[in-house]
T-cell receptor, first 112, second 116 residues
Framework: AQSVTQLGSHVSVSEGALVLLRCNYSSSVPPYLFWYVQYPNQGLQLLLKYTSAATLVKGINGFEAEFKKSETSFHLTKPSAHMSDAAEYFCAVMDSSYKLIFGSGTRLLVRP | NAGVMQNPRHLVRRRGQEARLRCSPMKGHSHVYWYRQLPEEGLKFMVY????????ESGMPKERFSAEFPKEGPSILRIQQVVRGDSAAYFC??????????????FGSGTRLTVV
């Protein structure tokens, strides 16, 4: 069965610093992987997705993620954090019946 | 092109009442998914439907919860005899039929249910 683990329920960075949000997955088949962002009291917005094309995936708002099969990882990065990036971020894997299995989320705090 | 529409955005119910949550998928999307987000937790799958058919309800509680997606009209998530533990944000998502690339859902803004 597919599953997702997000390391770190809270990550705090300074404005302008590198953002790294970790995601490891477990899947018995080539996975489809996703990162979503959720702003307070809002729904989920798709940041980016990996669907077995290029291993480095670029998303919206300057975010990107790299699929590393050997490490079963799909970490999300952004070179320079902005105050508006403060939100909760969810990694997800799609299972064989097209359900999304979500990690528990990482809350990103950006310090001025 | 309107996105996934959920209503109401906020719903307050007293214990024992019924809650009805509605979801209208994006135009052209025939598949609907419901997820629940408890406070300070991630999203948990509840049910997956296409019109007039429940495809997967493995995440639905065995009692009090039901879902439908009729031929006409929105998908409905119904919670009977609500209890305080049902307080959560309920999100709906829609997608084209699986197999049509690209994969991925579009989520609605959610309904926040508070049971008092």
């Amino acid at each position: 069965a597919q599953s997702v683990t997000q390391l770190g329920s809270h990550v705090s960075v300074s404005e302008g610093a590198l953002v790294l949000l970790r995601c490891n997955y477990s899947s018995s088949v080539p996975p489809y992987l996703f990162w979503y962002v959720q702003y307070p009291n809002q729904g989920l917005q798709l940041l980016l997705k990996y669907t077995s094309a290029a291993t480095l995936v670029k998303g919206i708002n300057g975010f990107e993620a790299e699929f590393k099969k050997s490490e079963t990882s799909f970490h999300l990065t952004k070179p320079s954090a902005h105050m508006s990036d403060a939100a909760e971020y969810f990694c997800a894997v799609m299972d064989s019946s097209y359900k999304l299995i979500f990690g528990s989320g990482t809350r990103l705090l950006v310090r001025p | 092109n309107a996105g996934v529409m959920q209503n109401p955005r906020h719903l307050v119910r007293r214990r024992g009442q019924e809650a009805r949550l509605r979801c209208s998928p994006m135009k052209g999307h025939s598949h609907v998914y419901w997820y629940r987000q408890l406070p300070e937790e991630g999203l948990k799958f509840m049910v997956y439907l296409q019109k007039e058919n429940i495809i997967d309800e493995s995440g639905m509680p065995k009692e009090r919860f039901s879902a439908e997606f009729p031929k006409e009209g929105p998908s409905i998530l119904r919670i009977q005899q609500v209890v305080r533990g049902d307080s959560a944000a309920y999100f709906c998502a829609s997608s084209p039929p699986p197999g049509q690339s690209p994969y991925g859902y579009t989520f609605g803004s959610g309904t926040r249910l508070t049971v008092v």
